[in-house]
């Protein structure tokens, strides 16, 4: 019998590192990137040409997208970066990233405490880059953050949500994932917002992007499947914490999300142990132990 197809979207090394306060060398995110790109994925998110100021982590997005070219051009795999202006838009087409993510939150308090700009400017922002972009043949992926919940303004209204995503789609995205970024979407709340998206949008360019702060993931997960996703975004071992929740944690894990989607008969196309290979690697470099449960039942006993 053939399986159905599933993507993951492997966003450990940009919105995992980023929010991981021990710095990586350049060095060791390449061999995190290079060991991710030979576990099957097809989408590896590598970085974020942000201001390094505000994010140090990411200071060397030019030359770590550089080595990933040059070094893993051959794969096919898809490279998406993140750009939050033109000037970091300038930088990335110059060094070749062949597809944008762009990112802007449902709620103006959140907008104005994490880029500066309310709703609508990021969205002014966004369009100039959006324009370059589709001059240039460079593909864009849209970013929802605190698509259901905001740690000012609480749970957000689904007019909202639906609005940024229409906003997004006028952008000329392929895809928009809808994120929890506090991580506190409930079940119900998922399903009510995806039946609702699917009448106005193809769900085939949507894709959800949850974080397990509050252990909701993987069933937001699978009723996302019920209701027809078949696109999800996930951190390796769980890289990358709450910054709205201090010791809690974010992206829900790739190897959790693998075991979920595999064991309902989808195919993820991932080989689990190299990526809990790649998860060992960069946990051993942070000093830190993975939140994923999967991932450690794994590696203690080799098996699935
Ligand atoms: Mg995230």
Known sequence: MIKEKVKIVEVGARDGLQNEKTIISLSDKLKFITLLCETGLQTVEVTSFVNPAAIPQMAD?????????????SKKINFPCLVPNVQGYE???KIGVEEIALFSSTSDSFSKKNVNASVDETFKRMEEVAILAQRDNIKIRG?????FGCPYEGRIDLKKLMNVTERFMQLGVYEVSVGDTIGVATPGQVRESLKLLKKEFSLDKIAMHFHDTRGMALTNIHVSVEEGIRTFDSSAA?????PYAKGATGNVATEDVWYLL????????????????????ILECLKKKTGSKF?????STGKT
């Open 61 to 73: 997005a030019e030359q770590l997208f550089t080595l990933v070219k040059k070094n893993l051009r």
């Open 91 to 93: 930088v990335a087409k």
């Open 143 to 147: 970013y929802i953050s605190t698509a």
């Open 238 to 242: 769980g890289l990358g914490g709450c």
């Open 262 to 281: 595999e064991s309902l008969g989808f195919e993820t196309g991932i080989d689990i142990s190299k990526l809990a290979f790649a998860s060992e690697f």
């Open 295 to 299: 991932l450690r039942a794994y590696l």
